[in-house]
């Protein structure tokens, strides 16, 4: 079982990013999925969750209004779009499946973790 995760790079302030997660080895149709991200010399930090169908999201304080989680469970995939980056969103960003079908923000919650995809955003 692998979650790819793809699509972080360099970009300035203002700009907007679209990341990938891609499943492989099993599908996740039934399980929610999520975004985390960790700052270096920070704590890891729960950045989206979206449930099962794609029906329901929830959002970190830090993000909410300006990053989106969706699925596409034909693709096995969850995306992240991130809009107006501010430096302070620089971080690595993991995508991870849950063991439930519903919304959940607690790391320990999820079973299953990507490599994760650097984002670097310059003032």
């Known amino acids: 079982v692998q979650l790819q995760a793809s699509g972080g790079g360099l970009v300035q302030a203002g700009d907007s990013l679209r990341l990938s997660c891609a499943a492989s080895g099993r599908t996740f149709s039934s399980n929610a999925m999520g975004w985390f991200r960790q700052a270096p010399g920070k704590e890891r930090e729960f950045v989206a969750s979206i449930n099962w169908s794609g029906g329901s999201t929830a959002y970190g304080n830090s993000v909410k209004g300006r990053f989106t989680i969706s699925r596409d469970n034909a693709k096995n995939t969850v995306y992240l779009q991130m809009n107006t980056l501010k430096p302070d969103d620089t971080a690595v960003y993991y995508c991870?499946?849950?063991?439930?079908?519903?919304?959940?923000?607690?790391?320990?919650?999820?079973?299953?973790w990507g490599q994760g995809t650097l984002v670097t955003v310059s003032s």
């Open positions: 991870a499946a849950a063991g439930g079908a519903d919304l959940v923000s607690r790391s320990r919650s999820y079973n299953y």
